[in-house]
């Protein structure tokens, strides 16, 4: 029995590629938010509410402080 040979891939030509659009470079910026998003203030409350044990009624506090936190952190 002969080996069945796996069909041989042609080459794009030269032309083809040279026609083809090419995607445009765009500069990309980093925008900076002025304020927190309610979801990163909410991430950081969570943090809080574990690293203090998980105990319960302290979600004001915790959602205050998350906010200075990130806040602060905008700044620096």
Do not use: C, H, N
């Amino acid at each position: 029995m002969a080996k069945q040979q796996a069909p041989k891939r042609t080459k794009t030509p030269a032309a083809e590629v040279a026609d083809a659009p090419r995607p445009r470079r765009t500069r990309t910026t980093k925008a900076v938010q002025a304020t927190p998003t309610a979801q990163d203030i909410a991430t950081r409350a969570y943090y809080r509410f574990v690293e203090r044990g998980r105990i319960p009624g302290f979600d004001m506090e915790d959602w205050l402080g998350a906010e200075a936190d990130l806040t602060r952190g905008l700044k620096s």
